[in-house]
């Protein structure tokens, strides 16, 4: 009886140590589970998207004109036109996110920190169509009216919009970076009778430098690559943005085209190889842009320099 | 001429003003949805099923779409994710290998929504002929979401302090049974908020399910898993830029639907990590 019940457990534990061992396979697959997901994200996009290359001439690829049905398959107004909306949307939103980021971090008082932040929260979480929406509907009439444009679905209504869907991200980067500063450089500023505005814009900002590059190159990644409600406020002309007044008329990303335009193409042909070689284009362009961003922060990393 | 105190005053003034430029258009954009929306609302509205080429009637299969999408996205994204975030954070050493995952992951929450559309349609639509269905949709939504969990995870697991794993291993557990009994346990509450933050950003997003799942006009609920259905994000761009005359009224009603499921999870999420901040013993 005696002797059962111990090789009953001797039995139990070896099994214990069994499932242990599979489990931890398992984890351990999980973990590099990323690795795999990116990879098979860029063999598809290459799989579908490589035979542009050879179906359609560099010249006609990188030409100046955009129409698929006569087989034109110029992307360089849809590449411009991705710069100009997000260059825009950027300048936009690097003034407004570091002073946020500031206010935020070092004046304002805790209960409006507590409101500010959730809020800024609620905004990352909008769905983009919805946003899009709205500035289809209120924004796009609002800017036709105040500076007199033909149509409302302009460059830069989606330059305003994507400005405050990239707002999250560059302020809470920031935020980190603001944060990372050791507490002796204030100390010291303060020390030598700077004031608190002095310390922070000579001394704290500058000390966070890296990371708002960081956060700018997250807030482009993120620009950059959003669809819907671009695609939604930009009036989706596809014309080269050379004129002054581009900004003021319509626009045409790449992401929008493809999201516009791939449910209509016939699966295999040339068109469809097309906007599969911009999805490549733009996976390329957000990896390069992520990873400049990833690389400054664990450079700072380990420097000591966050936390 | 101003004194620096004097600057001080004025520039803390104005950066205030700025953080109210920033934030005042979230309540503005929420308000007017809210307002010209709540109207097209009623018991119908939410229940029946769309009649005269989505002029009229409900959007009821819109939202039964989107709770099927989002049930698929957590059925393969949360095992996925809090898996891979128990190996970063419990097992991974500071290795090239470890830091290759990092950088995928910061990839991965990188890529365009729309090129994870077009990934999906190659992959799961395509290659593995699941069709446009909830299936191809889900597993390209859960992949999406991966990182967010993956992170939000980690982070929670790593707060845990590396006393409750050294305690459990002196009284002789494994190291599994310590992340499975105590480290698992005590982090919940953060890796419910970083699910639910995950899983609220899928049930918002448009790109990834246009080429993957979504119909235009399907006046019937999903029968199986490989079926296509209707979804709230898609069903509002189709009804905002596809549909002429439709009455403004409804599209105001169906964005208020969707941002309503997606504030009212945001909220939960808020509450849950706050209280448990609030409560935790360590």
Known sequence: MDENALTNGQRRQSRARQVEFVIEAVIRVLGFSAIGFVTLIFIFLLREGLPTFFEVRLGNLFGTQWYPTFGLFGTLPLILGSLLVTVTAIAIALPLGVATAVFVREVAPGWTREILKPMIEVLAGIPSVVLGFFGMTLVAPFVRESLGTPTGLTAFTGALLLAYMSLPTIISVAEDALDAVPKSYRDGARAMGATEWQTIWRVVVPAARSGVVTAVMLGLGRAIGETMAVMLVTGNAARMPVTLDSLLRPARTMTATVAAEMGEVAQGSVHYHVLFGIGLILFMLTFVINLTAAVTVFEKKRRGGLR | MMDRYQVQRFGFILL????????????????????????????????????????????????????????????????????????????????????????????????????????????????????????????????????????????????????????SASLGGTRWQGIRRIVLPQAMPGIITGVILGLLRAAGETAPILFTVAAFFLPRLPQSPFDQTMALPYHLYVISTQVPGMPPENQYGTALVLLAVVLSLNVVATLIRSSYRRRREW
Do not use: K
């Open chain 2, 16 to 167: 205030g003003l700025v953080a109210v430029i920033v934030v005042a258009p979230i309540l503005i954009v929420i308000a007017a949805i809210a307002v010209r929306g709540i109207g097209a609302i009623d018991w119908q509205f939410l229940t029946a099923m769309p009649r005269d080429g989505m002029r009229a009637g409900g959007i009821f299969p819109a939202i039964v779409g989107t709770l099927w999408l989002t049930l698929g996205t957590a059925l393969v994204a949360i095992p996925i994710g809090v898996g891979g975030a128990v190996y970063l954070a419990e097992y991974a050493r500071d290795t090239v290998l470890t830091r290759a995952i990092r950088l995928a992951i910061i990839n991965l929450a990188g890529v365009p929504s729309v090129v994870y559309g077009l990934f999906g349609l190659g992959l799961f639509v395509l290659f593995l002929q699941l069709g446009t269905s909830i299936v191809a949709g889900s597993l390209t939504l859960a992949i999406m979401t991966l990182p967010i969990i993956i992170s939000t995870t980690e982070e929670a697991l790593r707060a845990v302090p590396t006393e409750f794993r050294t305690v």
